[in-house]
C-alpha cells in the first residue's frame, strides 16, 4: 500500500478498547474541523465534523471534542475494532473549503 | 456509484517530460481541489477550482497548472516535472462552496520524478 508518513506518531490499543487521538491545531480563527481517516493505500474518508459554535458532536461509535481555549481537538473511537487500524488526520479551515491538514497519527488495533 | 476517479494510479517519469494526471467526480460538484501528501508534511492544497474556469492557488502551486473546462474534470498538468514533486496527489471534490461539506478524495497518484 501507499506509505502516508514515515515517522508519524503512533497508538497502539487493544481490540474493544477505547481510542483517543489528539489534535492541535493553529488558527485561531478556524471554525471548521474534520477528521478524516486514510486507511493504506486509499485517499482520505470523512469522519466526522464540528464546528466552533460547538464542543462535541457524537457519530456512529466516534465522538469528536473541540476545546477552543487551548485550541485542541480530539477523536474519541468507541470499542475499537482492527478495522480501524488507519492514518488519522484532523483539519481545520477558516471557510470556504480551504482546508490546512495535520500530519496525522497511525492508529494500531490490536486482536 | 458516487467517485472521484484519477488517473493514471502510478506513474514514473523522467525530469522535464511534460504529465497530466486526470481527476473526474460523477456527483456533480462544484469545488474541485489538488493535494499533495509528502511523509511528515500531511496534505498540502496545490490548487483549487470554485467551478468551470475559476481556479486558484493553494499553498503549494509552484510547479504545477490545472484547468477546468467542464465541471466533472480537474486535471492537474506539471508542464516540467522536477523531483521534487516525487509524491502522492490526492484529488478531491465537494458540492457546496457555501457551506461547510464533505470532501470526497480520490485514490490517489503517486509520482515518481526521477
Known amino acids: 500500500g501507499e506509505s502516508v508518513g514515515l515517522h508519524l506518531p503512533t497508538l497502539s490499543v487493544q481490540e474493544g478498547d477505547n481510542s483517543i487521538i489528539n489534535c492541535a491545531y493553529s488558527n485561531s480563527a478556524s471554525d471548521y474541523f474534520i477528521w478524516y481517516k486514510q486507511e493504506s493505500g486509499k485517499g482520505p474518508q470523512f469522519i466526522i465534523d464540528i464546528r466552533s459554535n460547538m464542543d462535541k458532536r457524537q457519530g456512529q461509535r466516534v465522538t469528536v471534542l473541540l476545546n477552543k481555549t487551548v485550541k485542541h481537538l480530539s477523536l474519541q473511537i468507541a470499542a475499537t475494532q482492527p478495522g480501524d487500524s488507519a492514518v488519522y488526520f484532523c483539519?481545520?479551515?477558516?471557510?470556504?473549503?480551504?482546508?490546512?491538514f495535520g500530519t496525522g497519527t497511525r492508529l494500531l488495533v490490536s486482536p | 456509484e458516487a467517485q472521484v476517479t484519477q488517473n493514471p494510479r502510478y506513474l514514473i517519469t523522467v525530469t522535464g517530460k511534460k504529465l497530466t494526471v486526470t481527476c473526474s467526480q460523477n456527483m456533480n460538484h462544484e469545488y474541485m481541489s489538488w493535494y499533495r501528501q509528502d511523509p511528515g508534511l500531511g496534505l498540502r492544497q496545490i490548487y483549487y477550482?470554485?467551478?468551470?474556469?475559476?481556479?486558484d492557488k493553494g499553498d503549494v502551486p509552484e510547479g504545477y497548472k490545472v484547468s477546468r473546462k467542464e465541471k466533472r474534470n480537474f486535471p492537474l498538468i506539471l508542464e516540467s516535472p522536477s523531483p521534487n514533486q516525487t509524491s502522492l496527489y490526492f484529488c478531491?471534490?465537494?458540492?457546496?462552496?457555501?457551506?461547510?461539506?464533505?470532501?470526497?478524495f480520490g485514490p490517489g497518484t503517486r509520482l515518481t520524478v526521477l
Open positions: 483539519a481545520e479551515s477558516t471557510g470556504f473549503q480551504k482546508l490546512v
Open positions: 477550482s470554485m467551478n468551470v474556469e475559476v481556479t
Open positions: 478531491a471534490s465537494s458540492s457546496d462552496l457555501h457551506s461547510y461539506n464533505e470532501q470526497f
